[in-house]
Nanobody, 125 residues
Framework: QVQLVESGGGLVQAGGSLRLSCDSSGRTLSRYTMGWFRQAPGKEREFVATISRVGSTYYADSVKGRFTISTDNAKNTLYLQMNSLKPEDTAVYYC???????????????????WGQGTRVTVSS
């Protein structure tokens, strides 16, 4: 069973930075494609970034150049470094795992099997 726990959310001013972490169980990062999604109030969950187990990355256009997804396999931790934050980045951020034992990048939420509980990010203007 894969367990994912996010942390690092909070309140930040526009233009600031935050780093989200997602602690995973066992060998999750070496077996699964990992992703970050977010859900703003009143909106559907949307894709943010993904990293395959061989290190390929892909970003939503809205965060490209500002956010960076990475992993530390020794710590079993997934990260999302968020810079130049905007009020429209305000959302609950979720990490997810999917595509076990493949090398694909995944951008659809339905392709992910395991989800964390989410961490809230609020960006003030």
């Amino acid at each position: 069973q894969v367990q994912l726990v996010e942390s690092g959310g909070g309140l930040v001013q526009a233009g600031g930075s935050l780093r989200l972490s997602c602690d995973s169980s066992g060998r999750t990062l070496s077996r699964y494609t990992m992703g970050w999604f977010r859900q703003a109030p009143g909106k559907e969950r949307e894709f943010v970034a993904t990293i395959s187990r061989v290190g390929s990355t892909y970003y939503a256009d809205s965060v490209k150049g500002r956010f960076t997804i990475s992993t530390d396999n020794a710590k079993n931790t997934l990260y999302l470094q968020m810079n130049s934050l905007k009020p429209e980045d305000t959302a609950v951020y979720y990490c997810a795992a999917g595509g076990v034992d493949t090398r694909v990048i995944l951008t659809r939420s339905r392709d992910y099997s395991y989800w964390g509980q989410g961490t809230r990010v609020t960006v003030s203007s």
